[in-house]
């Protein structure tokens, strides 16, 4: 247990629909990466939040938006839902700028999105 | 944007035997991170690999940062069992494809 939950775990969503995926930090942490997972490939980076700001970005298009809050939890919305988005989605947490054990990311189970 | 490549994509060993997951990586980066993956399941954090030179180890995993290669491994010594899994390495938040690791009895 990574003190770092997801929710919903499974969801299923049409084509053109939109969707609001959450997670909660683990206790101290400031920071929230998340990622895409299709089936069989590694994760693929989508965007950081630190302190409620974005803070890098990979290669995915503006329909895929995120919030963080004031206690570090955090949102991934994506709006009109193509089939391609079937993924599972990681969310991870870190202690940003803390030496020692920084950076390390502990994930959250994930949210297994399909899309039809 | 760093590019992770890892080597074999798939391996299939014999319990005891040794071997080793290569992965390369386009761009410096300051860390160098593994993670296991059990199917159907999130990922879990091996090592964090800070400094080249860096050697980490956790039973029968140990894995190794040259800088210079801009090259990673990670050992397996005396495969058992349990580790069959799917091995991740990442550059900050740049994956490999991850190497599907079957241990066989």
């Known amino acids: 247990e990574t003190g770092v939950t997801q929710s919903p775990t499974h969801l299923i969503k049409t084509r053109g629909q939109q969707v609001t995926l959450r997670c909660s930090s683990q206790s101290g942490h400031n920071t929230v990466s998340w990622y895409q997972q299709a089936l069989g490939q590694g994760p693929q980076f989508i965007f950081q939040y630190y302190r409620e700001e974005e803070n890098g970005r990979g290669n995915f298009p503006p329909r895929f938006s995120g919030l963080q809050f004031p206690n570090y939890s955090s949102e991934l919305n994506v709006n009109a839902l193509e089939l391609d988005d079937s993924a599972l989605y990681l969310c991870?947490?870190?202690?940003?700028?803390?030496?020692?054990?920084?950076?390390?990311?502990?994930f959250g189970a994930g949210t297994r999105l399909s899309v039809l | 944007e760093l590019k992770v490549e890892q080597n074999p994509l798939f391996l299939s060993m014999q319990e005891g035997k040794n071997y080793t997951i290569y992965c390369n990586y386009s761009?410096?980066?300051?860390?160098l991170y593994w993670y296991r993956q059990d199917p159907g399941k999130s990922l879990e954090s091996l090592f964090v690999?800070?400094?080249?030179?860096a050697v980490k180890q956790e039973g029968r995993l140990m894995a190794s940062l040259d800088t210079k290669a801009r090259l990673s491994t990670l050992h397996i010594t005396a495969a058992v069992h349990d580790l069959s899994a799917t091995y991740f390495c990442a550059g900050a938040f740049y994956f490999g494809t991850g190497t599907s690791l079957t241990v066989i009895p």
């Open positions: 690999l800070l400094s080249n030179g």
């Open positions: 991870a947490s870190s202690s940003y700028g803390q030496g020692g054990t920084k950076n390390i990311q502990y």
């Open positions: 761009t410096t980066s300051d860390r």
